[in-house]
């Protein structure tokens, strides 16, 4: 092998590592530094100002593109306080939080750290809604380490993370 082969292919691994691990160096406020493909759970909460409360619960995963830091949970079960389950003759009548009646709900975080300081913006997609797309600016609160933010001025949202992990492929 060349010489100028070895220098291009030390380059080129040279900069795989820089994308991959790019996310690791750079402070992220609360959302998790971790490298390509990792998972993260994540629990999310909204509470509007109807009185309804919602509660998702999920995995993302972790991907960097171009100064871009991504967390992405395709779908999810979220659930409602105004969707009632009879739960039979062991319990109270009914109970909110209805199991069998969720929607499937998609959320991205995306961070941009070309940004100061950087920027962060959550999207949500409504899958049982026909895909509809919802996105806010969201906000680190250092305190608690939870991601917030509001949307449509009628509903707060909260995002928690669990301990991140690497789920390695079966070959």
């Known amino acids: 092998m060349s010489l100028r082969k070895l220098v291009r292919m030390s380059v ?21 530094s971790v490298p390509n493909g990792w998972s993260i759970p994540f629990t999310m909460s909204s509470h509007g100002i109807h009185h309804v409360v919602s509660d998702t619960t999920g995995t993302f995963t972790s991907s960097f593109f171009f100064g871009t830091a991504y967390f992405t949970a395709t779908k ?10 009879n739960c039979g003759q062991w ?9 069998a ?3 499937s709900i998609g959320v991205q975080i995306a961070q941009n750290f ?4 950087p920027s962060k913006s959550v999207t949500l997609t409504l899958n049982s809604w026909g895909g509809g797309r919802l996105s806010f600016d ?21 995002i928690s993370f669990g301990t ?8």
Do not use: E
């Open 12 to 32: 080129i691994r040279a900069a795989a590592m820089l994308l991959t691990l790019t996310p690791m160096a750079l402070h992220a406020d609360c959302l998790p």
């Open 164 to 171: 991140p992990y690497y789920d390695q492929p079966l070959h």
């Open 91 to 99: 319990c109270f009548p009914y109970q909110p939080f209805d199991y």
């Open 76 to 85: 999810n079960r979220q659930l409602f306080s105004d969707r009632l389950a």
């Open 101 to 103: 009646k969720a929607d």
């Open 114 to 117: 070309f940004m100061s300081p």
């Open 138 to 158: 969201a906000r680190c609160d250092p305190d608690t380490n939870l991601l917030y933010g509001s949307l449509n001025r009628d509903t707060m949202l909260v």
